[in-house]
């Protein structure tokens, strides 16, 4: 652009000059010059040369972000999905409210005749023959049904139960329910599997019927011996609280039970643990010699000696317990543990019945 600038002045002031002389003007023609650049108006001439394509420029910064768009239409239902898993089981929700009494209802058909009760026997077995039939004895002031299996006290003058052989009561609980007044001691009760009553120590504070008593430091109801697989007594006289002797009574082999109170006293100090385990008798559990799980945990069984201590495996529980080897630690009621991690060789033990 400058050189075409620079060749239009020249021209005009070359013209110039040669109206001021006045002179006659002369010319020579030379060789033709080269084309010159493009003429625009008012003198500008511009020149046009196309120069390479330039790298490409950087990107621009983003723009701001545009309005919200309109709310498109809904889309169609899609289709129906599996059950889902089923949710947890609600909480029990409030009693409700005690309905209306109901009408009586009509008559039942008529019994079957009674029998005579001075023909009764005290000792007459309780079968399908004589279900329902009922008894009652001036003697013992109390009547009975047979309901099939064994017959059912139905009334009896409190004020005698379980005080002597002649009244006695079904169990420890049974005296206590009649008599809630009644405070510890021996009591004449005769379950339903034994033939005949006998003498017991309750404790009517828990309601409880002693079983047996043991002391540690004797042999006499270690594990191997034959006391635990018969049905005699031992020391039935000494079913009282005195604790240095032992006695074993018929309610070890009569008595059935839903709970196992096993208590121990060491240092003057009694601690107490409950098993929940349904027999109908303590002889039934043990006589066999097989082993039946407790889940009392250990936890609960060293509580019975203050700060006692086994060792941390195995740790098997129950009645007839015992390891896998000959020679190591055995216990009839109560846990076995062992120093390794299995149940073979136990060394520790805690209950009653070791050996």
Known sequence: AS??????????????????????????????????????????????????????????????????????EAGSSGPVGPPGNSGVPGSPGNTGPSGNTGDLGRPGPQGWPGRDADTLNSKEACTTQTEGVFRYSKQRKSAEFCNGEQWVLLMIAHTTLGMTAHFPASSCHHIALWSPQRGNGVYWIQPSMSDAPFQTYCDMNGRWTLIMKIVGRKRTFAFDQAIWRTKTTY??????????????????????????????????????????????????????????????????????????????????????????MAGHARVRIGLVANEQNDCVSPDSMIGFGMG
């Open 3 to 72: 050189v075409e600038s620079n060749s239009s002045s020249t021209t005009t002031n070359t013209l110039a000059e040669r109206r001021q002389s006045r002179l006659p003007f002369f010319a020579e023609f030379g060789a033709r010059g080269d084309s010159g650049g493009t003429r625009h108006s008012r003198n500008t001439h511009t020149g046009v040369i196309k120069g390479d394509k330039g790298d490409q420029g950087m990107t621009g910064i983003k723009g701001e972000t545009g309005m919200k768009g309109e709310k498109g």
């Open 235 to 324: 020391n039935k006289e000494d079913m009282d609280m005195d604790l240095s002797k032992e006695t074993k009574l018929q309610s070890y082999w009569t008595f059935p039970f839903s709970e196992l109170r096993l208590s121990m006293i060491v240092r003057g100090i009694a601690k107490h643990v409950v098993v929940q385990y349904t027999s109908s008798s303590l002889y039934d559990l043990i006589a066999d010699n097989t082993y039946r799980p407790t889940t009392l945990g250990r936890s609960a069984w060293k509580s019975l000696i203050g700060r006692s201590a086994l060792q941390q495996n195995c740790n098997k529980e129950g009645f007839n317990v015992r390891g896998g």
